[in-house]
């Protein structure tokens, strides 16, 4: 494509490994800087490096045909049918034995998260059972920082244990069966050994030390994030009232949109979050909400006839009103995007009544605020659609969800042909990314799942980094950029025990997921590894093991991982608490992982 220099720019580096080096580097500070998402990060790199000639311009997209990203986007569909049948159903109330032993109910919450996330989506895993834990939190008045920390470090460990756990396992998986062919990819149980030792360690320091580590984040006594004490206001306008013709916006304007309509009814008609461009009529009834200061200034200054009643209580428009807390999941649609861009009460008849970040409340106008993973959102809407609106949407409710946590018929066949997805791979019998796709398809063919459910259930942003970052990756290994690091990184290694080889391999895995994505960071050092291995005589098996099992530790961050940042706002979590517990833990699983890696594949 673009030749500007024909000649070396540096002796003994062609531009070609020039250029793929200083695309790397930029890319991995955009990745840590957070400016961009990381999927605009990983097309922007593909791009740079087509349009420099290091990708050829007929290969720029072929890494979306890639093994790993079937796979990875038919488990990110299995994993939420899963989690739509009910599996969590009763855990509340078996966890209830627990409530006077802390130990008990820590080991136990991280326990279930562990097993869930070696076989699911590690965020859907942790969504599973964050209300259980919430519910617990809130019925025996522990404080909800010393169980979401926990949780979220558990699964994190559990996607060690299988091929499906979490997406480096099967980018490395695959990347083995792309370096040696006669190998082949990882097996599903491959990963097994070794993270049953990373899973036990994990969970002991996590239940016996590490939870005592957290501070405590009191997030309102642990049960509502918001304070409103809002009321519902009953306003008629009257004949010859100055806001008639004018809009609801118009209105709301009057107090600085501290008071919101929430319903407006028209004779027999009945308009749940109208549109704030609704204009105004003779004999309107509006249901407002707000604070009793707000709603007595709009009082004074609109001259609207109303009366007051304390929220919840029936009446028109009321019984079908339902208040919830969500918390906006990684990868929402409405993460990253100003409340006024969104249009929810056009769109979705949904009012916002409050916002919450690191359990603070947010008292600037919402309609300026952007909205960021993790925030706490204080949601209005219809009871009847407000659960499959909030899944669309990416949030998570914070309470039990009696759709999510009731036994439902589509339990037994969906397991079952999950498990047999499962023992297709096992036994070898057919690859992941056939035999996943084929389960999904049963599903659907069967009714267990809706094709929309399917489509929502794939995180577009990560599957567009994992088809743009295996291509730069790719060029990377082709151009010869790889072996200029490698080669660079050997000379300081030469000499030392291989154990100390790995463990420092290990931790320097460990940082960079710490800042960047994890399976950003396994397309990047899995080839560094084997070229390491190479150079130094060792079997690569152990080495990507190893970056396998470090890109699983991040834990030192809330940016670090989805996890970490689902559960930042809920906690009520500060960006400095997560190393408090998660560097121990990064030594401990440093000094077990390494010796079971060398004991399971022998260098």
């Known amino acids: 494509m673009l030749t500007i220099f024909s000649d070396p720019l540096i002796s003994g580096i062609t531009n070609t490994q020039l250029y793929a080096l200083l695309i790397l580097f930029c890319s991995f500070i955009a990745f840590m800087l957070g400016k961009w998402?990381?999927?605009?990060?990983?097309?922007?790199?593909?791009?740079?490096?087509?349009?420099?000639?290091?990708?050829?311009?007929?290969?720029?997209?072929?890494?979306?045909?890639?093994?790993?990203?079937?796979t990875v986007a038919s488990v990110l569909v299995l994993s939420n049918a899963l989690g739509n049948t009910g599996v969590t159903y009763h855990l509340s109330q078996h966890l209830s034995r627990f409530s006077d032993r802390p130990v008990l109910l820590v080991l136990t919450l991280t326990g279930l998260v562990a097993f869930f996330s070696a076989f699911m989506n590690d965020v859907g895993a942790l969504a599973l059972i964050m209300p259980v834990a919430l519910q617990v939190s809130q019925r025996y008045n522990i404080p909800t920082s010393k169980l979401l920390m926990p949780m979220a470090f558990a699964s994190l460990l559990g996607g060690t244990a299988t091929l499906i756990g979490t997406p480096p396992n099967m980018i490395i998986a695959q990347y083995r069966e792309t370096v040696d062919p006669a190998a082949g990819a990882f097996a599903m149980f491959d990963f097994l050994p070794v993270g049953i030792v990373v899973v036990i360690v994990g969970l002991l320091y996590i239940s016996f030390i590490g939870w005592r580590l957290i501070p405590i984040r009191d997030t309102e006594n642990n049960s509502r994030l918001f304070e409103t004490d809002d009321y519902l206001l009953e306003a008629k306008i009257l004949p010859n009232n100055k806001f008639i013709g004018k809009t609801i916006a118009e209105l709301e304007k009057v107090t600085e949109d501290h008071v919101n309509v929430v319903t407006l009814l028209r004779?027999?008609?009945?308009?749940?979050?109208?549109?704030?461009?609704?204009?105004?009529?003779?004999?309107?009834?509006?249901?407002?909400?707000?604070?009793?200061?707000?709603?007595?200034?709009?009082?004074?200054?609109?001259?609207?006839?109303?009366?007051?009643?304390?929220?919840?209580?029936?009446?028109?428009?009321?019984?079908?009103?339902?208040?919830?807390?969500?918390?906006?999941?990684?990868?929402?649609?409405?993460?990253?995007?100003?409340?006024?861009?969104?249009y929810l009460r056009e769109r979705y008849k949904i009012n916002i009544l409050g916002i919450s970040r690191q359990s603070e409340s947010i008292r600037q106008r919402f309609s300026r605020l952007t909205l960021k993973p993790g925030d706490i959102l204080l949601i209005q809407g219809d009871k009847r659609e407000l659960p499959e609106t909030m899944n669309y949407l990416g949030c998570l409710p914070l309470a039990e969800r009696n759709i999510r946590?009731?036994?439902?018929?589509?339990?037994?066949?969906?397991?079952?042909?999950?498990?047999?997805?499962?023992?297709?791979?096992?036994?070898?019998?057919?690859?992941?990314?056939?035999?996943?796709?084929?389960?999904?398809?049963?599903?659907?063919?069967?009714?267990?799942?809706?094709?929309?459910e399917?489509?929502?259930?794939?995180?577009?942003?990560?599957?567009?980094?994992?088809?743009?970052?295996?291509?730069?990756?790719?060029?990377?290994?082709?151009?010869?950029?790889?072996?200029?690091?490698?080669?660079?990184?050997?000379?300081?290694?030469?000499?030392?025990?291989?154990?100390?080889?790995?463990?420092?391999i290990m931790l320097v895995t460990m940082l960079i997921t710490d800042v960047i994505n994890s399976s950003a960071t396994a397309v990047?050092?899995?080839?560094?590894?084997?070229?390491?291995?190479?150079?130094?005589?060792?079997?690569?098996?152990?080495?990507?093991?190893?970056?396998a099992i470090a890109c699983?530790?991040?834990?030192?961050?809330?940016?670090?991982?989805?996890?970490?940042?689902?559960?930042?706002?809920?906690?009520?979590?500060?960006?400095?608490?997560?190393?408090?517990?998660?560097?121990?833990?990064?030594?401990?699983?440093?000094?077990?992982?390494?010796p079971a890696v060398i004991y399971f594949w022998p260098l």
């Open 267 to 342: 004779g027999a008609r009945r308009l749940l979050s109208p549109s704030k461009e609704e204009i105004l009529r003779e004999n309107d009834v509006l249901l407002i909400e707000g604070q009793p200061e707000d709603l007595k200034q709009l009082e004074l200054l609109s001259g609207v006839n109303i009366r007051f009643s304390k929220e919840g209580k029936e009446g028109d428009g009321v019984d079908t009103l339902q208040t919830l807390e969500v918390v906006v999941n990684p990868g929402a649609r409405i993460a990253g995007h100003m409340i006024s861009e969104l």
């Open 454 to 504: 399917v489509y929502q259930s794939i995180d577009g942003p990560l599957i567009v980094l994992l088809g743009c970052f295996i291509t730069v990756g790719a060029a990377l290994d082709s151009s010869g950029a790889t072996n200029i690091i490698v080669s660079s990184i050997v000379p300081l290694l030469e000499g030392l025990p291989a154990m100390l080889v790995l463990s420092i």
């Open 405 to 452: 946590l009731k036994p439902s018929s589509k339990l037994l066949p969906t397991v079952g042909i999950f498990i047999i997805s499962i023992l297709l791979v096992a036994f070898q019998l057919l690859p992941p990314h056939i035999a996943f796709p084929l389960a999904i398809f049963f599903l659907i063919i069967f009714r267990l799942v809706s094709l929309r």
């Open 37 to 70: 998402r990381f999927d605009v990060v990983a097309l922007g790199a593909l791009l740079a490096m087509v349009l420099v000639g290091v990708v050829p311009l007929n290969n720029a997209f072929s890494g979306f045909s890639h093994r790993a990203v079937i």
């Open 524 to 547: 990047i050092m899995a080839p560094i590894a084997v070229g390491v291995a190479n150079m130094m005589g060792h079997n690569i098996d152990p080495y990507l093991m190893i970056i």
């Open 552 to 594: 699983s530790c991040a834990f030192n961050t809330p940016i670090g991982h989805h996890s970490n940042t689902l559960v930042m706002g809920p906690g009520g979590y500060q960006f400095g608490d997560y190393w408090r517990m998660g560097l121990l833990l990064d030594l401990l699983l440093i000094l077990a992982a390494v």
